[in-house]
C-alpha cells in the first residue's frame, strides 16, 4: 500500500525564521515522483516542485529548498526567511507508474507566519 | 496556461438534494479528476477519468457517480446528498501518460449540505 504521512499537522513562526516541513513516504515501487504543492487561502493548489525517484539531488529554488532522501523515505521541504505570503496549507503527495495518473496525498500542514 | 474553473466556489444544499459540480479545463488534457479535501486527510480520489465516457473509482466513490460527456468538462454528481458530504472538493487535470506531471487544480468547490 502506498501512504504518504505529514506528521505536522499546524507550524505557527515569526517572519523570518525558518520552517521546515516533514514528509515521510511508503511505497515498494522504484519508479515513482514525489511532488510538493502549496494551497493558499484562495484554495487553488499550486504546483511547487517534483522530484523523481532516481534523482537525489537536493533543489533550492530561492527562499525554498527540497532535501530528498530515499534511505529515510522523505522529502522534506524547507521555506528559509519565512514572509507572511508563505501562510499557506502544503502538501506532500506520490505518483508511481504502477498506478497510472493517480496521486497520493499527505494530510497537509498549515503554516502561520506571523508579521 | 492551464486553467481548471469549477462552477462554484460556495454551495449550500440539503439533505437528499440531487447535487452537481462543474469542472472544466481549457488544455485538451485527456485526464480529469474529482478529490474531495478534507482537514488532516489531506486530498482524498473520488473518481477520475482518462478520455471521454471513460471513468475509473478512486479510493472513495461511495456516494458519488461522474459524467464526462466532452473532453473539457468532468461533473461530479451527488445522487442524494447527505451531510457526510460536506466537504471541499476540488477537481484537477493532467495529459495523458502525466503520471509524472503536476496536476492543475481548479480553486475549489466548498459544499455545505444542511
Known amino acids: 500500500a502506498q501512504k504518504v504521512t505529514q506528521a505536522q499537522t499546524e507550524i505557527s513562526v515569526v517572519e523570518k525564521e525558518d520552517v521546515t516541513l516533514d514528509c515521510v513516504y511508503e511505497?515498494?515501487?522504484?519508479?515513482?515522483?514525489l511532488f510538493w504543492y502549496k494551497q493558499p487561502p484562495s484554495g487553488e493548489l499550486v504546483f511547487l516542485i517534483r522530484r523523481n525517484s532516481f534523482d537525489e539531488q537536493n533543489e533550492i529554488s530561492g527562499r525554498y529548498s527540497w532535501n530528498f532522501q530515499k534511505s529515510t523515505s522523505s522529502f522534506n521541504f524547507t521555506i528559509t526567511a519565512s514572509q507572511v505570503v508563505d501562510s499557506a496549507v502544503y502538501f506532500c503527495?506520490?505518483?508511481?507508474?504502477?498506478?497510472?495518473?493517480?496521486?497520493?496525498f499527505g494530510g497537509g500542514t498549515r503554516v502561520l507566519v506571523k508579521p | 496556461d492551464v486553467k481548471v474553473t469549477q462552477s462554484s466556489r460556495y454551495l449550500v444544499k440539503r439533505t437528499g438534494e440531487k447535487v452537481f459540480l462543474e469542472c472544466v479545463q481549457d488544455m485538451d488534457h485527456e485526464n480529469m479528476f474529482w478529490y474531495r479535501q478534507d482537514p488532516g486527510l489531506g486530498l482524498r480520489l473520488i473518481y477520475f477519468s482518462y478520455d471521454v465516457k471513460m471513468k475509473e473509482k478512486g479510493d472513495i466513490p461511495e456516494g458519488y457517480s461522474v459524467s464526462r460527456e466532452k473532453k473539457e468538462r468532468f461533473s461530479l454528481i451527488l445522487e442524494s446528498a447527505s451531510t457526510n458530504q460536506t466537504s471541499m472538493y476540488l477537481c484537477?487535470?493532467?495529459?495523458?501518460?502525466?503520471?509524472?506531471?503536476?496536476?492543475?487544480f481548479g480553486d475549489g468547490t466548498r459544499l455545505s449540505i444542511l
Open positions: 511505497t515498494r515501487d522504484t519508479t515513482y515522483y
Open positions: 484537477a487535470s493532467t495529459r495523458s501518460q502525466g503520471w509524472n506531471q503536476p496536476q492543475h
Open positions: 503527495a506520490l505518483s508511481r507508474q504502477a498506478a497510472g495518473n493517480k496521486l497520493t
